[in-house]
């Protein structure tokens, strides 16, 4: 890319980065009041947001013992690259019923590889709708193109909004292999009385492989779950869920999988002052799911495992806010030949320095095995993020990142090949924000 293309671009971009790691770029939250991002909104029935971010950088990926492991030409050499993110977000209220969707696209231009890429593209539109009855409806539907599988295994905190659109996480790509993934959801609630809420969520996902091969082939899963909450206090909540999940899983979709969780739960929830609130929920239970296992590995027809989560939030000033969560369960990750068992922790602090300069602290972890056979694969993997942004104006900023991620499954003969079994990446970002309140009415 030549210093005209790249100077033509700088004069269109710029955006919001806080989530750039998810390829979700977003404002920060609303309780931050920074100058970037802000502008009367709250009374506006119907928004559109469009977003643009230009961003150069350098990743040093690859301790010298896993060079061998990694193809000369691929993805995970590191090296310098140009990064174009785009996106919009759309949001239509009245009443009790909401409509909202959003969409993100991002390209890579390797300069050491002289090639440009696609490594993210997701969209996703949403309904959510409450009637007079206590009774309310929320509907997504998602699609992402080649997702960052792996980061899945990091737990997330926080439940599915509207028009969520999935995580690609291109920073976090470790391959060539190129899919994508279709969540619909649906969720149903009542509340019987003043004081309890009935619930029931209805889940499918399909992940559609590109240039399918005999190890290569789609994958498709759902689940059903049903939740009773009671309000036990004024700020205290406790509930009861049953969760039933069943899919494919495996390179080749050979293996299959159903699973029968009970969990049980508290969530408390108090105001520390008239305009912040904190938060804290813990549910713990126990998982018993059938295999057909695939070939190669132990038959195991039948494996319990204790699970649970417990996550917190804390607005501890009008302007800093700390969230983390720990998570214990079975995960089917796409990219991996066996569902595992993972134990992850996640935290992050976002706030202002001044009106003018946010900051965001993340760090993630996660190990485990594979629940089929515990000789068979097992894993670390662990995830650090630092990001500066300052902001011009309001709807101009300039940032500056630095990334640290690390994984290594210790035994990689069960991965595909292409996959490197284990990787270190460091990775510094600087680029310019633009963010456009396009509608407002």
Do not use: C
């Amino acid at each position: 890319m030549n210093l005209a293309i790249r100077a033509l671009l700088v004069a269109v971009v710029l955006l919001a980065f806080r989530d750039y790691a998810t390829a979700q770029v977003t404002m920060p939250p609303a309780s931050t009041q920074g100058l970037f991002g802000s502008g009367p909104a709250a009374d506006a029935n119907t928004t559109l947001d469009l977003r643009v971010s230009l961003i150069e950088g350098y990743d040093s990926d690859v301790p010298r013992q896993l060079v061998s492991t990694i193809d000369p030409v691929g993805l995970q050499t590191g090296g310098f690259s140009t990064l174009f993110d785009a996106g919009a977000s759309y949001a239509w209220r009245r009443n009790k019923t909401g409509i909202a969707a959003n969409a993100t696209s991002v390209l890579r231009h390797y300069a050491d590889l002289g090639s440009t890429k696609s490594v993210g593209h997701s969209a996703g539109i949403g309904l959510n709708a409450e009637t007079l009855g206590g009774t309310g409806l929320v509907v997504n539907q998602s699609a992402a193109f080649t997702p960052g599988y792996l980061f899945g295994l990091f737990p997330t905190v926080g439940e599915l909004e509207p028009g969520d659109s999935g995580m690609t996480a291109p920073d976090y790509a470790v391959s060539d292999f190129e899919s994508y993934t279709y969540t619909t959801t649906m969720a149903l609630s009542h509340n019987i009385g003043s004081r309890s809420t009935v619930s029931a969520t209805g889940e499918f996902q399909y992940t559609d492989r590109l240039k399918e091969r005999e190890r290569w082939t789609d994958l498709s899963s759902y689940l059903l779950r049903t939740q009773y909450s009671r309000n036990a206090t004024r700020n205290t909540a406790v509930s009861t869920e049953i969760r039933y999940r069943s899919g494919v899983f495996g390179y080749g979709g050979d293996g299959h999988s159903n699973e029968l969780a009970l969990n049980i739960g508290v969530d408390f929830s108090r105001p520390i002052s008239a305009t912040r609130r904190t938060s804290f929920s813990v549910r713990l239970g126990l998982s018993a799911a059938n295999y057909k296992a695939i070939p190669g590995l132990a038959d195991f027809q039948r494996q319990r495992q204790a699970v649970g989560d417990v996550s917190f939030s804390y607005p501890f000033n009008q302007t800093w806010v700390a969230t983390a969560g720990v998570r214990r369960g079975l995960e089917y990750v796409a990219d991996l030949p066996t569902p595992v068992v993972s134990n992850g922790a996640t935290a992050s602090v976002i706030g202002l320095l001044t009106r003018r300069v946010d900051v965001v602290f993340s760090a993630a972890y996660a190990t485990g095995e594979s629940a089929l056979n515990r000789n068979a694969l097992f894993f670390d993997t662990y995830t650090a993020d630092v990001r500066l942004r300052y902001a011009v104006s309001r709807m101009f900023a300039l940032f500056g990142e630095y990334l640290y991620y690390y994984y290594d499954f210790q035994n990689g003969a069960l991965l595909l090949a292409g996959m490197p079994p284990g990787l270190e990446r460091n990775g510094v970002r600087a680029g310019l924000t633009l963010w456009m309140p396009a509608l407002r009415r």
